[in-house]
């Protein structure tokens, strides 16, 4: 408890990150506050709003500003969209690759790209929410001036977060982006462990407390998932420049173990509500069909979970292959004298960082998977499905990811100013892996 104290200590008597702190709880407060505030002509008390599958997603995403039919009920997702397209378009245009390859300025450009695209997806989502998702007993006026009128406090919204994001990572601390979203999952979590204390009552208290104890399990576990790595010892050529000979270390290459984050399961996510559609339009003529809609209409029953899976190690081999490059990798190390021990460098270096990388990716896609399908079988143990759903699936992921990378910044900033760090032992590792070196 001393070691805490002097811990928070040291935090705070550092100016500039105080300061940064400061500044990150002034924009979450105004993010919650924002996610409080119903859209103008609603009547909250006439919104009964269940989202489910990829909507139930978005909304815990959210922290329950979509189905509150909030200011922010877009939140920061258009823009998370917009990237990922923007991502893929560099994979697949020449003319973004050649962008992505300029330096600051093309990244600057890029961003500039992803901002235009954001107002653009913003707006289509806004109109569809509008549409589909607010009921007209609760609305106060005329549809079509509702209509236009949420198009764009929505998509000021949407602008407003986007902006915070960028304060909170230039002036606050940690990823402004991925921190709006892990609040907006963190904020359902004390309600989801009071709503699971009352659905126990007086006589399961000795269960609720073996719950906790396994959500508590499931995050170490979680957590190993997104810190572990394989490195691959690398090994720089001495050089002679002047009169000193420099190079000559060995370094490490970081090959994650869960290199795709949280994407598969977003992905396969987005792909589940395909066969109960295409059940239900033969589900009239067909008892096949009719009992493939059933079985797919439920997230707990074992052909959901099943093909979730299977989706989920697809996917994750998928975005790997598109994320990691190991040729790129190879001829980067061969530009800067590195060389892998016993591999020559070039043709040989890629090939043997793509087996490395997929040996590794599948215990990582089959571990994925099963956190993917904790909170299912949490719901079947009789956990309720607001407290079962932090025990897996996007949203642990995102806390835990994002938790890392901020107490990695901190540590930094103590270590900097030759304070101790937070680990008694050892260092805070985040997504970025601090400890070792990338090529």
Do not use: H
């Amino acid at each position: 408890m001393n070691r805490l104290i002097t811990t928070f200590k040291n935090i705070f008597a550092i100016d500039e990150l105080r300061g940064r702190i400061l500044n990150t709880l002034l924009f979450i407060t105004a993010f919650r506050l924002g996610s409080a505030i119903v859209l103008p002509g609603v009547d909250p008390n006439k919104l009964n709003l269940n989202p489910q599958g990829l909507l139930g997603l978005l909304d815990t995403f959210l922290g329950g500003a979509f189905s509150k039919a909030s200011i922010f009920a877009l939140g920061i997702m258009p823009y998370i969209s917009a990237s990922i397209a923007i991502q893929l378009l560099t994979l697949a245009l020449p003319y973004f690759q050649k962008m992505q390859k300029e330096g600051e300025s093309g990244r600057k450009r890029l961003n500039q790209i992803t901002r235009v695209l954001t107002i653009g997806v913003t707006a289509v989502q806004a109109i569809t929410y509008v549409r589909t998702t607010i009921p007209a007993e609760a609305l106060l006026i005329d549809r079509g001036l509702f209509t236009i009128s949420s198009l764009f406090i929505l998509t000021a919204g949407t602008i407003f977060c986007m902006w915070l994001g960028e304060r909170i990572t230039d002036k606050g601390i940690g990823n402004g982006i991925s921190m709006i979203i892990m609040i907006g999952i963190v904020s359902r979590l004390p309600g989801a462990i009071y709503g699971e204390a009352l659905s126990r009552g007086t006589g399961g208290s000795l269960i609720f407390v073996l719950e906790l104890v396994g959500l508590f399990f499931v995050i170490m576990g979680a957590v190993v998932l997104t810190q572990a790595v394989r490195r691959i010892p690398i090994q720089y050529a001495k050089q002679v420049i002047g009169n000193k000979v420099v190079g000559g270390q060995r370094q490490y290459l970081p090959l994650k173990l869960n290199a795709a984050g949280v994407m598969p399961i977003i992905f396969a996510q987005a792909l589940m509500f395909i066969p109960t559609y295409v059940a239900g339009l033969f589900a009239e003529k067909s008892d096949f069909a009719a009992s493939v809609q059933n079985a797919f209409q439920s997230y707990t029953t074992w052909q959901y979970n099943l093909l979730f899976s299977l989706l989920i190690i697809i996917f994750t081999f998928f975005y790997t292959a598109i994320s990691v490059n190991p040729v790129q990798i190879a001829d980067d190390m061969k530009r800067s004298g590195g060389f892998i021990p016993g591999v020559k460098p070039g043709l040989q270096t890629s090939e043997y960082i793509g087996t490395v990388l997929d040996r590794i990716t599948l215990p990582g896609a089959v571990m994925l998977a099963i956190v993917a399908i904790l909170p299912a079988i949490a719901n079947l143990l009789g956990m309720t499905s607001g407290f079962a759903q932090f025990f897996g699936g996007t949203s642990l992921l995102i806390m835990v990811g994002v938790v890392l990378d901020t107490l990695q910044q901190v540590e930094s900033y103590l270590l900097m100013r030759r304070y101790e760090g937070l680990m008694k032992s050892g260092r805070v590792q985040g997504r970025a892996n601090s400890e070792t070196v990338a090529v």
